[in-house]
């Protein structure tokens, strides 16, 4: 009489064991699931392409520094740096030198503003791409934005209205100056990253083929770490690109100078940081004037 519950115990036994396999079945799916959700992601970023994320997960495996210091030794007066890369930032740019004549940068000093860093994570690492730092005209930076003055430190690069303000002032020379901070980053890459951002806007605006001119020009610049590239925005709306002193290209189209700034300190940014540092640095120059 005893039999059957035996086999009902085992019955019930396996029952148990069998559940406790569909669990484990559920739950590693499920585990699965969110390593393939948090592996994906960067790609899936407006500002970054797959050529882009391919190359970070292909330095994960390499011997590539991917988030070192750029350059090292002590501070003095006619540089600022940037705070992750020490990349260094002369404090006044002088771009009157005869070989940048086309770039059309008539003022002998533009004024450094701030300076940010470009960077993407993945797989829990950072990746230090590029810092890029802001010089202008400064007397018509503080005429253009003085208004501003009084805001509470930190909030500009919050304030809708200031920003506009920053990307619509095509009539003040502008240069952004980038450090490659990323060992193997190609000017393929670069390209790749401002046909994500920028050419949906030059297109959308009928400017495709200004916008084209200037990037085929940046596609032959030959990156490394510690490279210097200038993108000059002129008060009459020429566009020139300068690569470790060579003049690359250039353009004039107000609307792609525009299009530049918007990238960086518009509503969208690519990097945050750019955004926040300059804002920062353009708050203190108008606090300054007061």
């Known amino acids: 009489g005893s039999q059957p519950l035996r ?3 085992r019955a019930s036994e396996r029952a ?10 559920v739950g590693a799916w499920v585990l699965g699931r969110e390593k393939r959700r948090m592996a994906a ?6 500002s970054l392409s797959e050529k882009l994320s391919e190359k970070l997960r292909n330095l994960t495996t390499s011997s590539a520094s991917y988030a070192e210091p750029i350059s090292d030794g002590s501070d003095d007066d006619t540089f600022r740096r940037e705070k992750k890369t020490r990349a260094k930032y002369p404090l006044s740019l002088d771009l009157t030198d005869a070989k ?34 802001l010089y202008t005209e400064l007397s018509k930076t503080k005429k ?28 003040v020379t502008r240069v952004l100056r ?44 030959k990156l490394k770490k510690g490279t210097i590239m200038l993108l000059t925005l002129s008060a009459d709306g020429t566009v020139a690109c300068i690569c470790d002193g060579e003049l690359l290209g250039t353009v004039t189209c ?14 969208k940014p690519v ?9 920062d640095g353009l708050h203190a120059a108008l606090k300054s004037e007061q």
Not at 16 to 25: A, I, K, L, P, V
């Open 271 to 279: 990097s945050k940081d750019v955004k926040e540092k300059v804002c």
């Open 144 to 171: 253009a934005l003085l208004k501003y003055a009084g805001e509470e430190p930190g909030t500009l690069q919050d304030n809708e209205e200031f920003c506009k303000d920053l990307i619509g002032m095509t009539s």
């Open 100 to 133: 940048y004549a086309e770039a059309k940068i008539n003022e002998k000093s533009l004024s450094f503003i701030g300076a940010g860093l470009r960077s993407e994570g993945l797989m829990g690492i950072e990746f230090w791409i590029y810092s890029i730092g």
């Open 16 to 25: 148990s064991e069998g559940g406790r396999w569909w669990w484990c079945g």
């Open 41 to 46: 992601p960067l790609k899936k970023k407006l």
């Open 7 to 9: 086999n009902g115990g």
């Open 178 to 221: 980038f450090v490659i901070t990323l060992a193997g980053l190609t000017a393929g890459l670069v390209v790749a990253q401002f046909d994500k951002v920028l050419l949906p806007k030059m297109k959308a605006k009928g400017k495709e083929d200004n916008y084209k001119i200037i990037v085929d020009q940046i596609g032959k610049a």
């Open 254 to 267: 107000k609307v792609l100078s525009e299009s530049i700034m918007d990238i960086y300190f518009g509503d």
